[in-house]
């Protein structure tokens, strides 16, 4: 019940904290991890931990699931000498740098030193995702970093599984993980794409029922704590489950249930998000006080040190590898982002996130300077929050950057769509179809304006008109109780399609907080 009660006033909390990072026009990721961190320090508010495991499948599946549906496998395959230089390369180069220093003054043995640099390596997807959903950025440096966000966890957790072995002090154990390693990514990359096959046969059974939002959240987690069981990478199966999903579902779903299904996920990721950045900055207490006090500000000098470390290595490397590529090969523009200002933002954007906390909480109790790799983990994920969070919105501007103008493509397919049920009509006569077609004509006369394709016709306008009227007589009836609350609510949906339908894009979104 008190973890109930808990998670209640964190929620409540955070809606105010989301209007008041909306207001200052700052991340919310930022805002309500800061506050966690702020609350845990008051003396008498109760401590809430979380479960390492628990965790990674409660907040990390569904955030990832979420990412990896929107993410373009055609244009990961296109940008993926970029992505494999940054999910890979600069995951190890992070791990190793941060190892030697680790182990060189912290004393820290090398298996835990290693353990940190996986931990505090792979910007996180939940990270990006909450960063990057506000803001403007070019198509292809968006797909980089969303596409980075999903690959390369996979690739630190593999390096963290190998020093947990290293350090468990049996010589055969290293080299017994071996076939696992190598197993782990292409077969959860198989298994999600197995499982997907599986869910796509299952869907019609439950469409246009309640129970198809209750099968696919439960089919995201199952794919997850499978590939677990099985030692398999959980985060590439549901990536590789998701983008088959997004790949093939849009030709099978009914209308109603992707609309419901889009509405529920939405609100759930967002939720689940909302509870994990505040869940994470109360984790503050627990961290600090397991440290001695004698020990804490060498810890916390330690740990700024790592974090001041990742962010420059990360931007090292990024304008290095252009750098390099543009010397050897000046046509290789797929592997270096286009412009040096971009490869500044790149490097610039590397938040850590829930998957560094937890799995820095995974470790064993008994594991060499665990307290001092904990606190570490914390201090990189606060930091880069505020200081890559607050700041990147500042630095696209000060760049000159701003995000790609899609409203070409939106105009060409509208025309093309529109040119489609015009050919529908075809052979058909009548009042009905006369008027069916002069609406469509219309609104094609509208979608040739790429600077607004989708806004609304005279007809629209008219529709709306006549929707308020009839919701201003349906509110009166169901005061006056000439209708039943059934009746109402039936009509009212109806309405509300209707005008959804009528409506210009931009009263559709629906922002944070």
């Given amino acids: 019940?008190?973890?109930?009660?808990?998670?209640?006033?964190?929620?409540?909390?955070?809606?105010?904290?989301?209007?008041?990072?909306?207001?200052?026009?700052?991340?919310?990721?930022?805002?309500?991890?800061?506050?966690?961190?702020?609350?845990?320090?008051?003396?008498?508010?109760?401590?809430?931990?979380?479960?390492?495991?628990?965790?990674?499948?409660?907040?990390?599946?569904?955030?990832?699931?979420?990412?990896?549906?929107?993410?373009?496998?055609?244009?990961?395959?296109?940008?993926?000498?970029?992505?494999?230089?940054l999910a890979f390369i600069a995951v190890l180069l992070?791990?190793?740098?941060?190892?030697?220093?680790?182990?060189?003054?912290?004393g820290l043995p090398i298996a835990a030193a290693?353990?940190?640099?996986?931990i505090v390596s792979p910007p996180d997807a939940a990270a990006a995702a909450a960063i990057f959903g506000k803001l403007d950025l070019p198509h292809r440096v968006l797909t980089i970093l969303r596409g980075e966000s999903l690959l390369n966890d996979a690739s630190a957790l593999l390096i963290f599984n190998a020093a947990l072995a290293f350090a468990a002090a049996t010589p055969e154990s290293?080299?017994?993980?071996?076939?696992?390693?190598?197993?782990?990514?292409?077969?959860?990359?198989?298994?999600?794409?197995?499982?997907?096959?599986?869910?796509?046969?299952?869907?019609?059974?439950?469409?246009?029922?309640?129970?198809?939002?209750?099968?696919?959240?439960?089919?995201?987690?199952?794919?997850?704590?499978?590939?677990?069981r099985?030692?398999?990478?959980?985060?590439?199966?549901?990536?590789?489950?998701?983008?088959?999903l997004a790949h093939t579902a849009p030709r099978l779903a009914r209308t109603r249930d992707r609309i419901l299904a889009y509405s529920v996920w939405d609100?759930?990721?967002?939720?689940?998000?909302?509870?994990?950045?505040?869940?994470?900055?109360l984790q503050a207490r627990t961290i600090f006080e397991r440290l001695p006090h004698s020990e804490f500000w060498n810890a916390v000098g330690f740990a700024l040190l790592i974090l001041a470390v990742i962010i420059i290595v990360r931007l090292v490397w990024v304008l290095t590898i252009r750098w390099l590529v543009a010397r050897i090969d000046d046509g290789a523009q797929d592997f270096a982002v286009s412009s040096k200002r971009e490869s500044v933002?790149?490097?610039?954007?590397?938040?850590?996130?829930?998957?560094?906390?937890?799995?820095?909480?995974?470790?064993?109790?008994?594991?060499?300077?665990?307290?001092?790799?904990?606190?570490?983990?914390?201090?990189?994920?606060i930091g880069t929050l505020v200081i890559q969070g607050l700041t990147v919105d500042f630095l696209i501007r000060k760049l000159g950057l701003a995000g790609d103008d899609t409203s070409v493509d939106v105009s060409r397919g509208r025309v093309l769509m529109l040119d489609a049920a015009l050919r529908a009509l075809d052979g058909k006569a009548g009042p009905s179809a006369e008027a069916v077609r002069h609406e469509y004509q219309a609104k094609r006369k509208i979608a040739q304006d790429p600077d607004d394709p989708q806004g609304v016709t005279e007809q629209d306008q008219l529709r709306l008109r006549a929707i308020a009227?009839?919701?201003?007589v349906l509110l009166d009836i169901r005061q006056k109780g000439e209708i039943s609350d059934e009746a109402f609510y039936r009509l009212e949906e109806e309405l509300d399609w209707a005008e959804l339908d009528a409506s210009a894009q931009d009263r559709l979104k629906i922002v944070e907080g």
């Avoid at 628990?54 to 549906?69: C, D, R, V």
């Avoid at 820095?360 to 060499?368: I, S, V, W």
């Avoid at 009227?469 to 201003?472: H, L, P, V």
Wanted: charged share 5%.
């Fill in 1 to 85: 019940m008190a973890l109930f009660e808990s998670t209640i006033i964190l929620l409540l909390i955070a809606v105010a904290l989301l209007q008041v990072a909306r207001w200052m026009n700052v991340p919310y990721a930022t805002m309500l991890a800061v506050t966690g961190a702020a609350v845990a320090a008051v003396p008498g508010t109760p401590q809430v931990t979380i479960e390492p495991h628990l965790a990674l499948a409660l907040f990390i599946a569904p955030a990832l699931l979420s990412a990896a549906f929107d993410q373009s496998p055609r244009d990961l395959v296109r940008n993926w000498r970029p992505l494999f230089s």
């Fill in 94 to 106: 992070t791990t190793a740098v941060v190892a030697v220093i680790g182990w060189s003054l912290a």
């Fill in 114 to 118: 290693i353990a940190l640099g996986a």
């Fill in 174 to 228: 290293p080299v017994s993980l071996v076939p696992t390693l190598l197993i782990s990514v292409p077969g959860g990359v198989i298994f999600g794409v197995l499982v997907a096959r599986i869910y796509l046969r299952l869907a019609p059974f439950t469409a246009g029922t309640l129970g198809a939002t209750i099968l696919q959240f439960s089919t995201t987690f199952a794919v997850w704590l499978i590939a677990e």
């Fill in 230 to 244: 099985l030692h398999l990478s959980a985060i590439l199966a549901v990536v590789a489950y998701a983008m088959t």
């Fill in 267 to 281: 609100a759930a990721v967002f939720i689940l998000n909302v509870l994990a950045f505040m869940l994470m900055g």
């Fill in 345 to 381: 933002l790149i490097g610039w954007c590397g938040m850590r996130g829930l998957v560094t906390l937890a799995t820095a909480f995974a470790l064993p109790d008994n594991f060499p300077g665990r307290d001092l790799i904990v606190l570490t983990a914390f201090t990189v994920v």
């Fill in 469 to 472: 009227a009839q919701r201003k």
